[in-house]
């Protein structure tokens, strides 16, 4: 399939893989009331720019790796990784997640940024940064 990215699977579904991503660019011109010196300026930057791999092996294994490649997440030491993580689904209805990634927390962070109506996240999240952090 091509749809949303490249997807790759066996006929009985026991591998398969994914790759995708996105690519959400912004620009901004200011007037000079928002300027230090009373000049317009303009700034243009990519917002997120993602790099997505994920897939499934012998059907009860998922793995899922993505790699900000605008730095928003991560660090220099550990990389720039949104997520990295292998979810083992055999225990139906209880999956058991390890590696690096996000819990699920509030409708915000359980919504993909590549789904969001603006380009911010919800005020709440900038009044109680303390559920955004790892």
Request: glycine residues 10%.
């Amino acid at each position: 399939k091509t749809k949303g990215g490249l997807e790759v699977a066996t006929t009985d579904k026991e591998f398969s893989f994914k790759l995708g991503g996105r690519l959400q660019a912004d620009y901004s011109r200011f007037d000079g009331f928002y300027t230090k010196n009373g000049n317009t300026a303009d700034a243009a930057y990519f917002r997120r720019a993602f790099i997505e791999l994920g897939g499934t092996a012998y059907k009860d294994w998922k793995y899922q790796i993505n790699f900000d490649l605008s730095h928003n997440t991560g660090s220099s030491d550990n990389g720039y990784f949104d997520e990295a993580s292998v979810t083992y689904t055999g225990f139906n209805p209880v999956n058991l997640k390890f590696g690096r990634f996000d819990p699920d927390f509030g409708l915000e962070k359980a919504t993909s940024s590549k789904w969001v109506t603006a380009p911010e996240r919800n005020a709440a999240y900038e009044l109680a940064d303390w559920i955004n952090t790892h």
